[in-house]
Structures are given as C-alpha cells and as structure tokens.
C-alpha cells in the first residue's frame, strides 16, 4: 500500500481525521480532525506559540474574525490577484489548476509561469484532461476567494490568511501596548480558499489551518537584529533559485546569508529552522528553505522563501510554510482604502511599519509528521511522533481487570491526569493494548500489575524501544515529564527482568 494510502486508512480506523460531511457523501477538499487528530494539532500549536511568541516580549497572539469585510480583501489585492491558472475540459468539464496538472504530469515545476506559456506547454505535450481523456479548452483563472453574504445584500469575505486579521487590528494593538517596535502578531486559525483541484489529504484543502506571525518593524532597521550575533554561525539550509538545475541543497551560514539578504529577514530564517530541526525533530537532511523567482513569489512579496520538507508520498518536496517580507504592502493597501491613517510613531519619526511575515500551513505540517514518523517493522506498526507532541502524554492500564489492579490502576490515571493527558485502556490482552497505543503513537504506557500492590511500582515501558523499567508510583509524573524532555528510559528506573507483553 501507498504510503498516503496507509496514513488514510490508520487515520479513519483510529481516529486521526477523515473526509468531512461524509454520511452525505463527503465534500471534497474538507476534513475533520478526529480525537486524536485535534489533540496532535492542538500540541503541534502549543509548541508552535511557546517557540514564536517566545522569540520576543512584545509578541502577542490574536483571534480576529473568519468572515471579514469586502474591502479588507480588495486592499490586500485578494480581489484581483489571489487566482490561479485553470483549464476546462472540452468533452466533460472538469475544470484542473493547469500549473498542477502540468506538474503531475511532467514531474516539474509550473509555478508562476504566464498563462500563454501554460497554454503552450499543454499543447505540446498533448496534455489530456485526467478524468476522461478529451482535449483541454483555453486557459483561464479563478479566483481562490469564498465570497458570503451577510443578510441580504452584504458582501463579505471568509479570509484567505490569516494575515489580514493582524493588518487591520494592527494600529490599535499599538496603541494598547508598548507603542514600540517591533511588534509581533500572531494568529492561529481557520483560512479558506476555493481550491479548484484539492488533493493528497491534509496537503491541499479548501478550509485549512494557518498559524502566522506577522512582525511589524520600521523598514530603516531591516538591516540589523539585536540578536543576530547568537546565530551569526548557524548554517541555513537553502536551496537559491540558482541550484534548481542541480536541484542542490547548500549550508550556508546567517553571516554568509546577509551578503543576499536582510539581517533582520535572515535571523527569523534561523528562528525558523530551529523551531523545525530542535523542537520538531525533523530530519535535517529533508529541511530546505526554497527561494522563489520573481514569478513564483506572491504578488505581496519582495523577498519569499518556502519552507519545504521532503515527503515519499508526494515524490519530493512539499511547501509547508514561508518567510515572506512583505514591505508596507499590506498596511498602506489598508490606508488607501480605508481613508484612515495607519502610521505610528516610533523611533522618533512617524512611520507606516514595514512586515515580515512567518507563515505556517499546520495541516501541511500535521500531514508530515504523520508521514515522517509512521513506521512499521514485522510485529508492528507505530508512530514514533517527538515525545511532546503525541496526542497522548501516555497510557496507563491494569495488567488485569481484578485483584484490585483495576481500581489501582484508576488511582494511578487520576494522579497522573492532573498534569498529563492520559489515555485508560483496561481491555484486551496487555500486548494488544501495546499495540494499540503504538498505532496511535502514545510515548509512554504505565502497567499496574501484583507486583505494584506489595511494592507501589509500576512498569512503563518506551514505545520506541518496547523497553520496560520499573518506578516507583509516588515519582511517576516527575519520570513522565523527564522522559517527555528527551530522557532515555533506562535512566528514569530499575530494568525489569522480562519484558511482558511486547511479542503477544
Ligand atoms: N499569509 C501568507 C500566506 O497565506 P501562502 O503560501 O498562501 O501564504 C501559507 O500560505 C501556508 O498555508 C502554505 O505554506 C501552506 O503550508 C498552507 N496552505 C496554503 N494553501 C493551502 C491549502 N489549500 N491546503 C492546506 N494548506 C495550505
């Protein structure tokens, strides 16, 4: 089985997520995140805010509205410039975004190229519609945006980004606060898109999660960061439009960087690929910060650089963010058709803020860390997810439902779930219930069993390893916060002398 095909069906039958609306048949392009999908989501947000907003002191996070007023998006340029390149089938109609199908098709990148060449590139190489094999009509474009109405007869917008939100909340957010640049907002949230051809899961979807930080600064200091000394020698792992041919990743360092870019652009680069390879684990050889052309880049961008991973299952790498310096693009959109003034004063002058923007696709990221640490061996198969983001901190069961193993058990849960999320499973053999807690990727499971009424301890056992050690009860969550942060299991109590459980 394909591997996108096992994540699927591990995801419907434990309980990841699964098509939406599907007792009516499904809507294509829509998910809902099941228990376990929203618990890892809600995790991989968490780190996501502690990681940004850490970065610095005037960093706030925000909720604005989904829906958002016509005008928010004809500033922005949403109106006229959020499309994307279609084709329609003469003989059934199915209407393809032309770059992807091209790229599906010739296993290269038509990203950002004019509708002419697209047009071109079709005809010769007799490209055919997927569905039916009839010849393609003329290319066009369509607008990604989901018009609403509100009442009757007002025109509104559900929101593309979760950008605009930050834009239009920015100038009274300064002036509740420091009044001091820079200032970060975050936004964590729902954005939606009309997606002509949605696919592969997670990755390309109509209604999907975005967690942004947009960071407003004075554009005069785009070439100095407080903090770059700490990063100056951090290697980047970049991939510069000049290497598409050899398709070769360099390592650069943030000093190297700044003969190409801004010091301030290039410090949050850094910020960014640690959040990936320390906090995500993610493998460093699969990481690449992708430069866009001039075409490629979104229409608000001067300076654009995709975060990519590579993933098996879509055959190389995929976007699941971008470091986006957006000038005063946005704001000064915002001051034109708003009438207002949008300017502060900082730094002793008035100034309209100049934004960099950190952009996160959280399913994107959901799906990869689903793909990256789905593994299977002859007895089993596991998500080996970093500790702290697994839906479950850990399991604990009884190895029996009698001799008073149950209620201990139930104690044990209690004691533990005042810090942790714990999942109580108390049916089944305990091999099985192993296993199941493997599938789902629970880092740690607990036993109670005889042993544990004459001595108060408990075996836990490493789902990565299967090892097994014994602790005490009364140390239990200090060991389970210990092992979350990265401790080997050996250290955290005494070996057993038989694993039980792990070859049923
Ligand atoms: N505010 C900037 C912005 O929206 P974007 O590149 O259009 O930039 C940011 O989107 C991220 O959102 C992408 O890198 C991707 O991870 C995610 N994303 C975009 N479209 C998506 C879709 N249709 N389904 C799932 N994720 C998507």
Known sequence: MQKENKIEEISRRRGFFWTSSEIYGGLSGFYDYAHLGTALKNKWENIWRKFFLGLDDNFFEISPTEIMHEKVWQASGHVESFVDPVVKCKKCGNVERADKLLEEHLKESFEGISLNDLAEVIKKNNVKCPKCKGPLEEIGVLNLMFPVMIGNDVKAYLRGETAQGAYVNFNREFECLRKKLPLGLAIIGRAYRNEISPRNLLIRMREFTQAELQIFF??????????????????????PTKNRDDNKTNQVTCEEMTKHLPEFYVFHMAKVQQFFFDVLKIPKEIFR????????KAFYNKYHWDIEIKLESLGGFVEVGGVHYRTDHDLSGHQKFSKQDLSVFADNKRLVPHVLELSFGVDRNIYALLE???????????????RALSPFDCAVFPLVNK????????????????????????????????????????????????????DKTVTIRDRDTMKQVRVKITNLNEVLQRFLEGEELESLGVPVKKFIGNDE
Do not use: W
């Open 218 to 239: 004075d554009s005069e200091k785009i070439e100095q960061h407080s903090k770059f000394a700490e990063i100056k020698n951090y290697k980047l792992h970049v991939y």
């Open 289 to 296: 910060f992708k430069e866009l052309s001039d075409e490629e």
């Open 403 to 454: 001799d008073g193993l149950d209620k201990k058990a139930e104690e044990i849960k209690a004691l533990m779930k005042q810090r942790f999320s714990v999942f109580y499973d108390d049916s089944g053999s305990i091999g099985r219930r192993y296993r199941r807690m493997d599938e789902i990727g629970v880092p740690l499971s607990v036993t109670c069993d005889h042993q544990t009424l004459d």
């Open 372 to 386: 990256l640490s789905y593994k299977e061996d002859k007895e089993r198969t596991f998500f080996a997810f970093p």
